[in-house]
């Protein structure tokens, strides 16, 4: 009798192997970036017996920056690129709500997150509708991280990639602005991370999907009917 | 004409260059200056026949402190300049006449000279309001402006005034002070700093000069050659900034052993100018040397990037000094803090937002277990 | 009776925008008004922003006097918040302001003033034996052969015969009030040329404590350079030893060519001891302190007022009472929410645009009504005097006595009433004066520090109250100096660290402004009255007047 209740669920590989290790490169590279970026800004206080040329701590930290960030930007790339060519959980379709449903979906999982009701309808098995669209916001912060960020660094550069950014410092009035911008951009970041990490694991418990380690194997699960529902 | 003052061809030429070289000089000069090929025939017979290239500098709203670093060029010295190089027609600073004398030298120059002469303008221009902000014999500096650089051969903005808008642009600039490069339909060499450096005004002045007309620009109109480094590239404390020494406040231990000025508010990252390289009054310092951070001052609107002492502007309407930092450790605190919220409430509601899911999975136990195997 | 308004605008040979109309009857100034036509609105620019950045936009009034509204700006600061700085703070801002005082003077004198009396082209037609004679007869100064004046000769003939006269270009050439010898004339322009390139080397020194002039850095609570005697990276012995040699290069200057060439052309123009005088009262707020801001007995120039050209008396002044001094808008281009007749005291100074003048271009300004971006600043109602001369009479009066002794002994030289210090010539000779005395004290405070540092005291700033978290909640201040053109004050008034009012009362600001709200002159306008105008459409005589103020406009106006 009670076994008829119980759900089936069926195991749906949505994150491919080229989104999830996009997905770990650039959280482990804004991570560093993050906190290496915050000690440009703000460097520690650090008295020395040793002198100048012996040496180069605060070089590093720039250095361990400046890599991660070519590391993101062209992790970024490649993720753009697979908006285009991934599977139907990975296209820019997702980011961007141009269908009515998906609206809809998210005025629904904004109740779910915010007021703490129940779904009153199936939230989307890949990115749901409201995170899809966060998604797209933190692309663009993405976007505007890199150009501020080469601005700033072609000073430093002959390479032709951060040269081809040097038009933001005059449009932004220069490269206080810029540089200003580039760290206030970090708390973006931050915040995000917070509430990204913690809705993750919100959206597990209360989809009881395995949205937490669907970043690790790919997998999620869905109920047999939903999907049946969907054909 | 004395033979004893060599003509701007007569000196090039000494320097061994041929009377081709010469027209090329010159239209290499005209097409920096932004001069039609017709207009090119005049500045050959300007630079050919003239023995020092006519001069006018304009003062509008400024301090003078870039007509005094001017008489501070070490090399060449000022006087060289201004009885050798160039003939300063009018410049309300030295010259001997004043009023109608005054304004004759320089109506006499733009209708003598047309096409010819050099304009330094030293100042911004209060655009609009009638005028009445900057008033010179009567007349407003934009029509004063507007008059003389119409048959410049070219235009030199000197400092941040004329090449930013500097202190009376700062917010909420009251008299809506504009730079020159704002004002005026031609091309503008901008010399910023406040006030730039001596001999980086005379460098300028001796490379239209000498060099092959106008020195190659960047895209805000600096010359390269004097502003295509940020203070910071060639600063001589940069060994402590990569090793991480700083100077935490003023004459502390740090400061007494010239650490880098970076935590007390140093610029020198995000501004471009030559005084770590050429450096201030014939090589003897400049600000980062003498334990004073850059401020910036040849940078775009730097006197809103403060306060100076801090490494981020703070935010009006913030309350005191709100940087991005407090803002931001405000801002993710409360995320934290709404996300703790979230999850205690999340967990008192567990059983009805869990309840479906609960309902639909089965239950395993040992029994179970042993059952099936 | 033939009466003309004559106009001079611009005002050249001075910083900054003024016109002069002058209203002059059978050769004679009648009536004059004073005009500064440029505006920043620095006071408004201020509000709101970090006290402790206040230094470098108030520095920003003026790159002529570049030291003084920096200092005065710190020293409001400091006043308000209740800092006293370190002895060797005291002692580099006053190596710094006493360097600016001598380079300024030597500039104003030869550069900016020089040409109302020196005539360039009768120059020409010197004998380079005679002046080298003249110039052996009255300095020790090396460069005084007779080959070197020929070289000087040869290279103004070259220069005059090119065609291109460029500063020179229409000036005043044999006016009929050019009185000097051309040998002089020769000496002259060659120390116009000596000035020229000794002028860059003196601000060396701000260069060393400041990083740089024009505008070198200052700091709140102190000075921002550090003193180490272990260390390349800061201020040491080599750094201590230009200092040295760029003060002795500047006493040598002063003495053995400024004095004796004011000296020599002071007699030819004796009778300018009787004109572009005619004001009465003279203030001047004192500066460099010997034992702290606080400490006014201290001060080299001691503070105080003289009445009624009256020199048995000083009179009080403080600028902390709301009674003494006001600032006036009548005939200004402001409006007051009290109206056009109130007076403001600087703490509660209102800057509001309101320009009702004639719209440019235009010939004449309305000088029934508001014409000029200056405020009048009064003291008690009554206009002043400040400046060079002001500081020299209050200082004579309140008995100084190498003040007094160099000013008896200047008179004795020249043959002249005391009454001729007030006058053109007056104020040309106190700022000679006061230059010489200035360049011994700028030694004496050199050597101060010296000692100091051999004591074993380095420190140069005092962190203590530098956090705006450590101020009241809401105070305010004044800082006074005497900048080179005169008596400087900037009042603050501060609200949770940040500026709520800042006002300049500028030394120019005393001299050059329009009249107040009872018809009082200010300085400008007065000293004019009176002087003869050979040649109306040639204003040599109020170039005269108006350059021994060495006016500064870009600092009335701010
Ligand atoms: C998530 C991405 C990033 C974050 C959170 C971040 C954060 C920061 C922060 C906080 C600073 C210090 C700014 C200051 O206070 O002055 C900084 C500096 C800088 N960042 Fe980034 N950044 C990111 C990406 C990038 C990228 C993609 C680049 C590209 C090259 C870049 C280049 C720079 C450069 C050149 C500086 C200045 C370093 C210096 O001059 O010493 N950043 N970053
Ligand atoms: C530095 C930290 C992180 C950043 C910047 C970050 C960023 C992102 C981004 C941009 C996406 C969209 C992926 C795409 O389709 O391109 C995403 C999705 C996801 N992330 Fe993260 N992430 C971070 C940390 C984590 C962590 C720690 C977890 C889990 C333990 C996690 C789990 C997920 C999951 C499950 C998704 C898909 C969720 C959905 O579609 O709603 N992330 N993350
Ligand atoms: N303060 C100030 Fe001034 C004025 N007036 C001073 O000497 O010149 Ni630019
Ligand atoms: S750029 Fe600075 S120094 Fe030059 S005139 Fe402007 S305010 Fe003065
Ligand atoms: S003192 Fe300023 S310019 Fe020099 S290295 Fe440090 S931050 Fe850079
Ligand atoms: S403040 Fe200006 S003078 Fe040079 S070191 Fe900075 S650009
Ligand atoms: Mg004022």
Known sequence: MEQTQKAIYRRIYVWEFPVRLYHWINGFTILFLIITGFLIGNPLQLFYANEAYQQYWFGTVRFIHFVSAFIFFFNFLVRIYWGFVGNQFARWTNFIPLKKARWKEIVNVLKVDVLQVDPSMRIEIGHNALAGFIYFFSFLAFA????????????????????????????????????????????????????????????????????????????????????NNDE | MPKEMPTMREAIESKGYSRRDFLKYCSAAAAILGIEAAGLPSIVRAFETKPRPPVIWLHFQECTCCSESFIRSTHPIVADVIFDYLSLDYTETLMAAAGHQAEKSYQDTIKNYAGQYILLVEGSIPAGNDGVFCMIGGRSAEQIIQEAAKDAAAVIAWGSCASNGCVQNANPNPTNATPIHKIINKPVINVPGCPPIADVMTGVITHLLVYGGSPELDSQGRPKEFYSRRVHDTCYRRPYYDAGMF??????????????????????????????????????????????????????????????????????????????????????????????????????????????????????????????? | MATKRIVVDPVTRIEGHLRVEAVVENGIITDAFSSGTMVRGLEIILKGRDPRDAWAFTQRACGVCTTVHALASVRTVEDAVGISVPKNAELIRNIMEAALYVQDHVVHFYHLHALDWVDVVSALSADPKETSRIAQSISHWPKSSVGYFKDVATRLKTFVESGQLGIFANGYWGHKAMKLPPEINLLAVAHYLEALEWQKEIVKIHAIFGGKNPHPNYLVGGV????????????????????????TDAMQFVNQVYIPDLMAIAPYYKDWGAIGGGMENFLCYGDFPTHGYNQTDSFKFPRGIILGQNLNEVVEVDARDPQQIKEYIKHSWYKYGAGDEAGLHPWEGETEFNFTGPKPPFDQLDVQNKYSWIKTPRWKDKAMEVGPLSRMLVAYAAGVTEVQDIVNDTLARLNVPVGALFSTLGRTAARGLETKLIVGWLKGFFDDLVTNVKAGDTTTFTKEKWEPSSWPQSCEGVGMTEAPRGALAHFIKINSGKIENYQLVVPTTWNASPRDPSGQKSAYETALIGTPIADKDMPLEILRTIHSFDPCLACSVH
């Not at chain 1, 917070?194 to 993750?200: E, N, Q, R």
């Not at chain 2, 703790?340 to 395993?364: G, P, Q, T, Y």
């Open chain 1, 144 to 227: 505007f991280q890199s150009v501020t960020g080469f601005a700033l660094y072609a000073a430093n550069s002959q390479s032709f990639l951060p040269k081809l950014f040097t038009w933001v410092i005059p449009l932004m009035g220069g490269d206080f602005a810029v540089r200003q911008w580039h760290h206030i951009f970090m708390w973006v970041f931050i915040i995000f991370i917070i509430i990204h990490i913690y809705l993750v694991f919100y959206h597990d418990y209360i989809e009881g999907r395995g949205t937490t380690s669907s970043m690790v194997g790919g997998w999620k699960f869905e109920k047999d009917e939903n999907i």
């Open chain 2, 247 to 373: 100077v935490e406040s003023f004459d502390d231990e740090n400061a007494r052993k010239g650490y880098c000025l970076y935590k007390v508010g140093c610029r020198g990252p995000v501004t471009y100018n030559a005084c770590s390289v050429t450096k201030w009054n014939g090589g003897v310092s400049y600000p980062i040397q003498s334990g004073h951070g850059c401020i910036g001052c040849s940078e775009n609107g730097f006197w809103d990037n403060g306060p100076f002492y801090q490494h981020l502007a703070s935010f009006p309407g913030f309350g005191i000094e709100s940087t991005a930092d407090t803002i931001g450790t405000a801002v993710g605190v409360a995320a934290t803090a709404g996300v703790a919220a979230h999850a205690i409430v999340a967990n008192i509601r567990k059983r009805k937002l869990v309840k479906e899911l609960k309902d639909e999975s089965v239950e395993i136990n040992d029994e179970d277990k042993g059952g099936n195997s």
């Open chain 3, 224 to 247: 921002p350079c550090s003193i180490n005697l272990n260390e390349v990276n800061a201020i040491n012995s080599e750094r201590l030893n230009h200092v040295s040699k760029l003060i």
